[in-house]
């Protein structure tokens, strides 16, 4: 079956723009989970959602990011006012019963 | 809090050698461990999975070990291939099935003809 995928792959944006991000895990993972990968970061926990439960949010870095999923499938990354700092990978992931998460290819956001 | 550390950053080898990629972290109370591998500009791909129950698990040329009481992950990769080439990122779990993988910064290793 199909993998996690992720929309747009690239995405640039003015700096104090707002930008959303898409993620459609893979069908019937009931966990979703947002990362961002910057250079010489490394790869940082921002999100998760579990089900129904009230999203783990406590990976984001300011009150700019918030995300969403509707109807526990599809998740929406936004970013209000984009700073430059905003500039990374953001990766996707899904996960089963069975615990291994399962990344998409990412979108790649650079603020100008 | 959790601390996973993956050194050195980077590896250069020949074409044909076995090499041990480490892995640390710095609490022993994980659920799981997760090797990944990432081509330049493109995602993670899941390499092995290892339950915080488990000593090993092998997929092909791949073997991956844990010892949680030291903290420590090795990944095995034998007879190395140029196709190898590629960052490998350790990942652990704490907290649950669940919880947030918490990453490495990985080791980029390049395989020479």
């Known amino acids: 079956g199909a993998g996690v995928s992720q929309s747009p792959s690239n995405k640039v944006t003015e700096k104090g723009k707002d930008v959303e991000l898409r993620c459609d895990p893979i069908?019937?993972?009931?966990?979703l989970y947002w990362y961002r990968q910057s250079l010489g970061q490394g790869l940082e926990f921002l999100i998760y959602f579990q089900g129904n439960s009230a999203p783990d949010k406590s990976g984001l870095p300011s009150d700019r990011f918030s995300a969403e999923r509707t109807g526990g499938s599809v998740s929406t990354l936004t970013i209000q006012r984009t700073q430059q700092e905003d500039s990374a990978v953001y990766l996707c992931?899904?996960?089963?019963?069975?615990?291994?998460?399962?990344f998409g290819p990412g979108t790649r956001l650079t603020v100008t | 809090k959790q601390e996973v550390t993956q050194i050195p950053a980077a590896l250069s080898v020949p074409e044909g050698e076995n090499l041990v990629l480490n892995c640390s972290f710095t609490d022993s109370a994980i659920y799981n461990l997760q090797w990944f591998r990432q081509d330049p500009g493109k995602g993670l791909t899941s390499l092995l999975l290892i339950q915080s129950s488990q000593r090993e698990q092998t997929s092909g040329r791949l073997n991956a070990s844990l010892d949680k009481s030291s903290g420590r992950s090795t990944l095995y990769i034998a007879a190395s291939q140029p196709g190898d080439s590629a960052t490998y990122l350790c990942a652990v779990k704490a907290g649950g099935a669940n919880s947030k993988l918490t990453f490495g910064k990985g080791i980029t290793l390049s395989v020479r003809p």
């Open positions: 069908s019937g993972h009931t966990a």
């Open positions: 992931a899904s996960s089963s019963q069975h615990y291994e998460q399962y």
